[in-house]
């Protein structure tokens, strides 16, 4: 008998679309989710910088998650809505 397993996680949330376009970098505030993954963190200072200074972004605002595995936090995902015109949530390794 073969089992096979489910990948998804479970869903804590009702999926809302939160989605809208950046046309323009000038002026934004990008948001960087951390997932605590090796070189990530190098790889979002890297991103950040780059973003600043070619691309007129005004403000970073970096994040971590405890781990790889839990959801970043409420507060968090709060305060990167309010704050925040393009969110990137990422990996490393």
């Known amino acids: 008998m073969a089992l096979v397993y489910n990948p998804t996680a479970p869903a804590h949330y009702q999926a809302r ?21 090796p070189n990530f963190n190098v790889l979002v200072d890297d991103i950040a910088d780059l973003l600043v200074a070619n691309y007129g972004v005004k403000a970073v605002i970096k994040r971590a998650k405890r781990g790889a595995s839990v959801p970043a936090p409420d507060a968090y995902l709060a305060e990167l809505a309010r704050e925040c015109d393009l969110v990137i949530t990422g990996s490393g390794d």
């Open 17 to 37: 679309d939160l989605t809208k376009t950046v046309r323009d970098f000038n002026g934004a505030t990008v948001g960087f989710i951390d997932n605590r993954k």
